[in-house]
T-cell receptor, first 115, second 113 residues
Framework: DAGITQSPRYKITETGRQVTLMCHQT?????MFWYRQDLGHGLRLIYY???????DKGEVPDGYVVSRSKTENFPLTLESATRSQTSVYFC??????????????FGPGTRLTVL | QKEVEQNSGPLSVPEGAIASLNCTYS??????FFWYRQYSGKSPELIMS????GDKEDGRFTAQLNKASQYVSLLIRDSQPSDSATYLC?????????????FGKGTRLSVIA
């Protein structure tokens, strides 16, 4: 059982280029999330999705675009990469949101460097 | 703005000692509380979740919740060097709809052999 995977694991790109980070989960979880993690800021939510074709902004959505045509995939696109988007990006998923139990499980992360 | 506060550390404890990690939160409606461990260069992994006041034990780990004081803690007994990591506290309000977890910035724990 692969769980949740991310690709690529490492990416170097240049300012102004479009970059897409992929996230795939095999649990059929309804919810999926994208975070970025930077020193001094901790984990910050970029976007999340409650189901296919339902997405919502998190704390730091500017400069990012998401889509979710299938339950298992949740790609994150940087339309025109900037140096400030250099970060480690984590995808996560959870089974539910209502009630008391909605544990999020994280993918291995993508380390993105924008030159 | 819902906030989750943690001491950034580093918290240094000798091997075999009890490590105590603390977390406070601002939203009184919070109902779900999680502790994640993150090794350097790795992704966060869930250690424990707690939903009711009191203690919850799992092996060497004990989570403690006090909703009146808006305080949640994680105790690690018989600390091992392999416990050295950053520990993230995460909080969610019940019936907050789609509102995801709010994470603290984490406490770095160093267990000295």
């Amino acid at each position: 059982d692969a769980g949740i995977t991310q690709s690529p694991r490492y990416k170097i790109t240049e300012t102004g280029r479009q970059v897409t980070l992929m996230c795939h989960q095999t649990w059929s979880h309804s919810y999926m999330f994208w975070y970025r993690q930077d020193l001094g800021h901790g984990l910050r939510l970029i976007y999340y999705s409650a189901a296919a074709d339902i997405t919502d902004k998190g704390e730091v959505p500017d400069g990012y675009v998401v889509s979710r045509s299938k339950t298992e995939n949740f790609p994150l696109t940087l339309e025109s990469a900037t140096r400030s988007q250099t970060s480690v990006y984590f995808c996560a998923s959870s089974e539910s949101s209502g009630g008391a139990t909605d544990t999020q499980y994280f993918g291995p992360g993508t380390r993105l460097t924008v030159l | 703005q819902k906030e989750v506060e943690q001491n950034s550390g580093p918290l240094s404890v000798p091997e075999g000692a009890i490590a105590s990690l603390n977390c406070t939160y601002s939203d009184r409606g919070s109902q779900s509380f999680f502790w994640y461990r993150q090794y350097s260069g790795k992704s966060p992994e869930l250690i424990m979740s707690i939903y009711s006041n009191g203690d919850k034990e799992d092996g060497r780990f004990t989570a403690q919740l006090n909703k009146a004081s808006q305080y949640v803690s994680l105790l690690i007994r018989d600390s091992q060097p392999s416990d050295s990591a950053t520990y993230l506290c995460a909080v969610k309000a019940l019936n907050s709809g789609n509102t995801p977890l709010v994470f603290g910035k984490g406490t770095r724990l160093s267990v000295i052999a």
